[in-house]
């Protein structure tokens, strides 16, 4: 093909696509599900795929439609793609693992680890071993017990979380976990979404978003900033075309212009294979990264000049719009300019969209929460949201995009190192003991416990922590530090090579796969990003008859390691996840109803008072305007701000393959998008070879031999994939107020190789 640049490396660099799934996202959907699955197994698990009998997709947190408004197919290239990857028939067993030692296996990339399949049996790394070796489950329970026993302190071990974890899992989680006497519960929220929680929290009582998938359909505008849902949120295209089609308008704030935005041809429909497909977005604004604080103010600098304010529902609902009204009228806008990249009337443009809009709804992912002022930029949309009285309005409201399909019901059910006083009262009152009451630590704080030898045992139910954290050379040591690392996994990945002087791989079942206890055939439940809950089952057969549930895994862990302390009937909610969910029934505010409604097709959505009543639960009952002053990221002369994101071929640390279609890369992953002129400047050719480092406090971090691509991104703007760029993101360097790393805004500069 013309234009095609094919490297020696066999990577590939074609031109960026227009429009995202089509014909071809349905063809790379059914090989790779033919590959991993075969036919039988590809059709009895994606009929079920988000089925109301089915199992929910644990590809990203998108909402299901209602159960009478589901295609067959329910779900997207990246959906099946997951499933294909777990439900996948290759296997590692004590065989695999016999042949190839941990250094051997170090030496493999991401994407190989993968594909060897799913882990079989209970498996263990002695000090000083060389391989894992199979370990009887009991024996696995016995060594984290003794080890979690004789620890100086419960604050010793930390209990990470993945997203993936179903609420009975977390439940029972997090219970263990406070009953044996520590809140360090880390979880990859902590490096996602914290910044959401903590800004919505504090504006309007609640770190969760207040729209449902009708008001999607029903609103007058959509605001996407910071996120790419063609590769991360695909059935999210389904909901955008039908709001295009009901009349609504579409802005996209992103530095790239990323093909799911533009134009989608929807693959549910025989005309969008085909056809042309439908234009998204009316309106791109190609931000430069770390401008979007700004960008807001701007927005809401313009609404109050032309007194496009909803006043009633201000002088009624909120506090504080004074202060922000005055200081956003002093806004000075060169200094907007130079910060969003953007012109005045391109922001004016926007501005008069919001203005002209009667329901405005505000997404936002990645883009946003993962910068220093992220806290800061997200209260700053839900001050023009306020403004507009956007909030508890048909259409209307702020719609945080959700990564891991369970991460806001894993939250719900209390994973968090600062669970609130009434959740842990409730446990109290519930279990008859008291739990601990000062704050454990989050992801960035369990790195430095770990490194500093005041953390020794470190727990993982679920994800790939060492390549998901930043700063993978200091968290790297930090694991190799510890006396105990234990993994709960399905698949092979960099956490189970880079671990403590003892380690240990639980292997599980997956959402595909069914789950029988004592009691009989059980089902789980899960909490999409718009706080519907439903149960999921899954329809396959367990890769291994070995695997347990991770239901199985946290109950048994904690009878060998709590005894009978405090009376608590582990075996009782592991025969039957009816016990744990009557016991979230009773501790979890919200989950009243849970036993009864969570089993009805289409489960049961969540209180959210500014949704539900435009009732505020913050300490003074109303939402609260937020004034933040934006400071401009010192990006020193030669140096570029990058951003690490996904392709749109992997599921976070996970490596699907090589191709990032869209993005128009294949073969390969170590790239770094530059704007033309930068590499002018720079005097660096496109398609040159070079190492990227990044200058924090006077140290350097550096990652060698990426390819250079000349890319459509504003000036300063760079761009390379995660988890490869990684060791670039200092663990010290996180956002004001929820500490998650700063993946979207590293100073770096190409230094060529
Ligand atoms: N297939 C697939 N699905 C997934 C995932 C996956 O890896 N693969 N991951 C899941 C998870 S855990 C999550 S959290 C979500 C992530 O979903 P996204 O947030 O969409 O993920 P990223 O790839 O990090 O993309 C960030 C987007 O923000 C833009 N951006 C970067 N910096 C800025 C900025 O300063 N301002 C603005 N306005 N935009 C910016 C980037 O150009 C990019 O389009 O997806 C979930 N779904
Ligand atoms: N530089 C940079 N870093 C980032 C980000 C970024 O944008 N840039 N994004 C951040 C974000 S948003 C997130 S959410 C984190 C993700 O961090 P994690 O959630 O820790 O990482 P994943 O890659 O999703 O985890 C994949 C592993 O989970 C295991 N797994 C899969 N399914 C199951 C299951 O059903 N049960 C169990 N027990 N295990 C399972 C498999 O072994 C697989 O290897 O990374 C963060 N890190
Ligand atoms: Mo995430």
């Not at 313009?302 to 007194?307: I, P, S, T």
């Not at 968290?475 to 002087?501: I, P, W, Y």
């Not at 796969?513 to 057969?541: C, I, K, N, Y």
């Not at 050719?685 to 000349?710: K, N, P």
Request: glycine content about 10%; charged content about 25%.
């Amino acid at each position: 093909m013309s234009g095609k640049q094919r490297g020696s490396d066999g990577l590939e660099v074609g031109r960026p696509k227009r429009a995202a799934a089509g014909v071809t996202g349905v063809a790379v959907s059914m090989r790779r599900s033919l590959e991993q699955m075969g036919v039988g197994r590809s059709a009895r698990t994606l009929l079920k795929l988000n089925q109301a009998d089915g199992f929910d997709c644990m590809s990203c947190a998108w909402p299901d439609p209602d159960p009478e408004h589901r295609h067959t197919a329910e779900f997207c290239e990246n959906g099946a793609k997951a499933v294909a990857e777990e439900a996948t028939k290759a296997r590692a067993t004590p065989e695999f693992f016999a042949l190839h030692s941990l250094e051997e296996l170090d030496a493999q990339s991401e994407h190989w680890l993968g594909q060897q399949g799913r882990i079989t049996h209970p498996m263990v790394k002695r000090p000083g071993g060389t391989h894992y070796e199979a370990i009887e489950w009991d024996d696995a329970f016995r060594l984290v017990a003794d080890t979690l026993n004789t620890l100086d302190s419960p604050d010793e071990a930390v209990f990470y979380t993945s997203g993936r974890t179903s609420n009975e899992a977390a439940f029972a989680y997090q219970l263990f976990v406070r009953a044996y006497g520590t809140n360090n519960l880390p979880d990859c929220s902590n490096m996602c979404h914290e910044s959401t929680g903590t800004a919505l929290a504090e504006s309007i009582g609640i770190g969760k978003g207040s729209v449902n998938l009708r008001d999607i359909y029903d609103a007058e505008l959509i605001v996407i900033a910071g996120q790419n849902p063609g590769t991360n949120h695909p059935r999210m295209l389904t909901a955008l075309e039908t709001a295009k089609r009901r009349g609504a308008k579409i802005i996209a704030v992103n530095p790239l212009r990323e093909a799911g935005l533009v134009n989608f041809r929807n693959p549910q429909r025989p005309r969008g294979v085909v056809g042309r497909g439908t234009d998204l977005a009316d309106l791109h604004l190609p931000i430069r990264i770390n401008g979007d604080l700004a960008f807001f103010q701007a927005l809401g600098h313009l609404l109050v000049e032309w007194d496009a304010i909803d006043e009633d529902f201000v002088a009624e609902h909120a506090n504080g719009f004074d202060a922000w009204r005055d200081h956003v009228r002093a806004l000075d806008w060169d200094f907007v300019c130079e910060t969003t990249g953007l012109t005045r009337e391109q922001i004016t443009e926007a501005a008069a969209m919001v203005r002209d809009s009667n329901a405005t709804i505000y997404c936002w992912a990645m883009g946003l929460t993962q910068h220093h002022n992220a806290v800061a930029t997200i209260q700053e949309i839900a001050n023009v949201a306020l403004a507009r009285g956007d909030i508890g309005k048909r259409g209307a409201g702020l719609c945080p995009v959700r990564g891991h399909s369970n991460v806001q019901g894993d939250r719900t059910m209390g994973i968090w190192e600062r669970m609130p006083p009434w959740f842990l009262d409730a446990l109290r009152d519930e279990f008859g003991f008291d739990p601990p009451r000062e704050h454990g630590l989050d992801t960035v704080d369990s790195i430095r416990a770990l490194r500093d030898g005041r953390a020794k045992v470190f727990f993982a139910l679920g994800g790939n922590f060492v390549h998901a954290a930043p700063d993978t050379g200091v968290t790297a040591a930090a694991l190799r530090s510890a006396e105990l690392t234990v993994q709960v996994s399905t698949k092979l990945n960099r956490s189970h090579l880079t671990c403590g002087d003892t380690a240990l791989i639980l292997p599980t079942l997956g959402r595909t796969e069914t789950d029988v206890q004592a009691g009989g055939e059980q089902f789980v439940s899960v909490e999409d990003s718009m706080s519907a809950v439903h149960a999921s089952r899954g329809p396959l057969e367990p890769a291994s008859e070995h695997l347990r549930s991770e239901v199985a895994i946290v109950t048994a862990l904690a009878e060998a390691t709590l005894g009978d302390r405090h009376g608590l009937d582990w075996a009782g909610m592991r025969a039957d996840y009816g016990q744990i969910r009557a016991h979230i029934s009773r501790v979890v505010r919200g989950c009243e109803t849970y036993p009864a409604n969570v089993d009805r097709p289409g489960g049961f959505v969540l209180p959210h008072p500014p949704r539900d009543s435009r009732t505020f639960p913050t300490d003074s009952g109303k939402a609260e305007f937020a004034v933040s002053t934006v400071e401009a990221l010192q990006v020193p002369e030669g140096h570029l701000l990058l951003q690490t994101l996904r392709s749109h071929d992997q599921f976070n640390t996970t490596i699907y393959g090589l191709s990032d279609r869209y993005r128009g890369i294949e073969g390969g992953r170590q790239v770094v998008f530059v704007n033309a002129d930068d590499l002018v400047a720079l005097g660096i050719a496109d398609g040159a070879t070079v190492d990227l480092v990044s200058h924090w406090d006077g140290v350097d971090r550096a990652v060698h031999g990426f390819r250079v691509v000349s890319y459509d991104t504003p000036r300063g703007s760079a761009a390379a994939y995660y988890p490869e760029t990684n060791p670039l993101v200092p663990l010290d360097s996180t956002a004001a107020g929820s500490n998650t790393p700063t993946s979207k805004s590293v100073v770096i500069r190409l230094v060529p190789a």
